[in-house]
């Protein structure tokens, strides 16, 4: 899904502002016997494909995970992994460093300190938080199974260990579907101290159940986008819109989404975002290489400098790279 190394290439643009900084606060790297290896090379062939990325911020994907020793540490190995990648990375400073790790541990866990200690020492100094992820659905289309249960959000050890978070200094970041942002919300007020940060709009749905419903969800979306701002410890990230999920379609096409086409499918979505939280607190993101799926990625940033070509030069600077580096302490 992910190697499509001729279609992506079938289509490639000029790139918009070449010469502004970014930090891309969150992409992935694997090396999975299930699909084609996404190391340092290849995302430094993205990243090095024309925008100036200069940091980014990788996040958990539940791999390299120890295979012994005590459950609450195996993720730590997915965080010494990556730690070890971008320890090599800053051998060619010229080229854009993995400044931060956000790794993965289960936050009910009675050994969550324990957990984070492990983490921050495997990271070498890069360790910024954790996402456990609240996605959760049981439509069989979708393409990633949830990993939580359906009421994570819920729990009393949950909650309080996104606070323990927050005491910390750690951030959270949260993945969930676009029906699950209340669940956020009672999260988001039970931890009023961590700064915490979502994923892909909340990935609003558009396969199985939810085809040809975006007018539908659209609007639902806005009221509770809207509500969720009103929390002024989450933040947003913009992008993640092209995984096969949000259901545009774009991996079917004869050739790859183009900056326009993203523009027009999806600029409403980032500008409402943008409206509710403020730039100041909103972020411009990859998600790579899962929405390589559906675009390349100097593409995306092109659409990306598109949908913020109306806003003022500070409002630019913080979305592209401000945003990042104030939550992530880059």
């Avoid at 456990?132 to 359906?150: C, G, T, V």
């Amino acid at each position: 899904m992910f190697a499509r190394e001729d279609w992506l290439a079938s289509h490639k643009e000029e790139i918009v502002e070449p010469d502004r900084e970014i930090v891309d606060p969150h992409h992935h790297l694997w090396d999975w016997r299930s699909m084609s290896a996404y190391l340092l090379d290849q995302l430094w062939t993205d990243t090095g494909s024309g925008h100036n990325v200069v940091q980014t911020v990788f996040i958990e994907c539940h791999w390299s995970y120890h295979q012994e020793g005590p459950d609450h540490l195996r993720s730590v190995g997915e965080t010494a992994r990556v730690a070890g990648i971008a320890k090599a990375a800053a051998e060619q400073p010229e080229k854009s460093q993995i400044a931060g790790i956000i790794a993965h541990t289960d936050l009910r866990s009675p050994l969550l300190d324990d957990a984070l200690d492990a983490h921050s020492s495997a990271g070498q100094g890069r360790f910024r938080g954790i996402r456990h992820a609240l996605a959760y659905d049981d439509d069989q289309a979708l393409s990633i199974k949830p990993r939580q249960p359906k009421d994570l959000y819920a729990s009393p050890e949950f909650q309080a260990g996104v606070r323990r978070l927050g005491e910390r200094g750690l951030t959270y970041d949260t993945w969930n579907y676009h029906h699950q942002i209340g669940q956020l919300i009672e999260v988001a007020r039970a931890a009023p101290e961590t700064t915490i940060v979502l994923d892909h709009f909340s990935t609003p749905l558009g396969i199985g159940r939810f085809k040809r419903k975006r007018a539908e969800i659209f609007e639902q979306w806005k009221k509770d986008m809207a509500e969720l701002a009103k929390c002024a410890n989450v933040h947003a990230k913009l992008g993640g819109l092209s995984m096969p999920d949000n259901g545009w379609g774009y991996m079917d096409q004869d050739k790859p989404a183009t900056s326009d086409q993203i523009v027009a499918d999806q600029a409403d979505w980032y500008h409402y975002t943008i409206d509710q939280f403020g730039p100041e607190r909103c972020m411009f993101e990859s998600n790579f290489p899962v929405d390589r799926a559906s675009v390349s990625y100097h593409v995306f940033w092109n659409a990306a400098k598109k949908i913020a070509s109306g806003y003022s030069e500070d409002e630019k600077s913080a979305m592209f790279a401000g945003t990042a580096r104030s939550v992530y302490s880059l």
